[in-house]
């Protein structure tokens, strides 16, 4: 059975940083790329970043590009996203995604429960 | 950036009836790359239909999809309870972008 859990979220000011993790379990993990995705409470989902399934690229949402950072660890079946400078317009639940290919496919078939982060002073 | 527009915002139905959602683009969705997802409350997305029409492993056949360049639709044959949720649509033809939702509530 495919599971993803999220953690790393919380409370932090404008202008900090979060590290958030999502453990994956029940499948090749370095078979597919992952994505976190965020929502805002009654909006539709906003994709975030995307990374290859063999970790060696990753993709970024232009209001993230540039303050964000995924990777990730096949090794422990991990993906991460390092967030920095993070603002009030960041606030959201974050979900962690599992792709539906390694590569190019950006179809969420399975989904993490979600972890929230709020940016407030 | 291709936008997807969802309509209408909320619709009241009732349990056995037949639906179907609306989801316009801005712009032709390259290869027709549209998926659906529903959301029940404090959940994540469930994938339900991908590619305009293909239904996701585990999906009732009740649920299908169609459309094609900026028009596609959802459509649930007979509503069951456990359908009464929020559904999105979402495309990857272009950059990742999702539409705003339709929520289908219980008349």
């Known amino acids: 059975e495919v599971h993803l859990a999220e953690s790393g979220g919380g409370l932090v000011q404008p202008g900090g940083s979060l590290r958030l993790s999502c453990v994956c379990s029940g499948f090749r993990f370095s078979d597919f790329a992952m994505s976190w995705v965020r929502q805002i409470p009654g909006k539709g989902p906003e994709w975030v970043s995307g990374i290859r399934g063999n970790g060696a690229r990753t993709y970024y949402a232009d209001s993230v590009r540039g303050r964000f950072t995924t990777f990730r660890d096949n090794y422990n079946n991990m993906v991460y996203l390092q967030m920095n400078s993070l603002g009030v317009d960041d606030s959201a639940t974050y979900y962690c995604?599992?792709?539906?290919?390694?590569?190019?496919?950006?179809?969420?078939?399975?989904w993490g429960r979600g972890t929230q982060v709020t940016v407030s002073s | 950036e291709i936008a997807l527009t969802q309509s209408p915002d909320t619709l009241s139905l009732s349990p056995g009836e037949r639906v179907t959602l609306s989801c316009r683009a801005s712009?032709?969705?390259?290869?027709?790359?549209l998926v659906w997802y529903q959301q029940k409350p404090g959940q994540a997305p469930r994938l339900l239909i991908y590619d305009t029409f293909k239904r996701a492993t585990g999906i009732p056949d009740r649920f299908s999809g169609s459309g094609s360049g900026t028009d596609f639709a959802l459509t649930i044959a007979r509503l069951e309870p456990e359908d009464f949720a929020v559904y999105f649509c979402q495309q990857y033809g272009g950059a990742v972008t999702f539409g705003g939702g339709t929520k289908a509530e219980m008349k």
């Open positions: 995604a599992k792709e539906m290919a390694a590569t190019g496919v950006p179809i969420f078939d399975f």
């Open positions: 712009q032709n969705v390259p290869g027709n790359k």
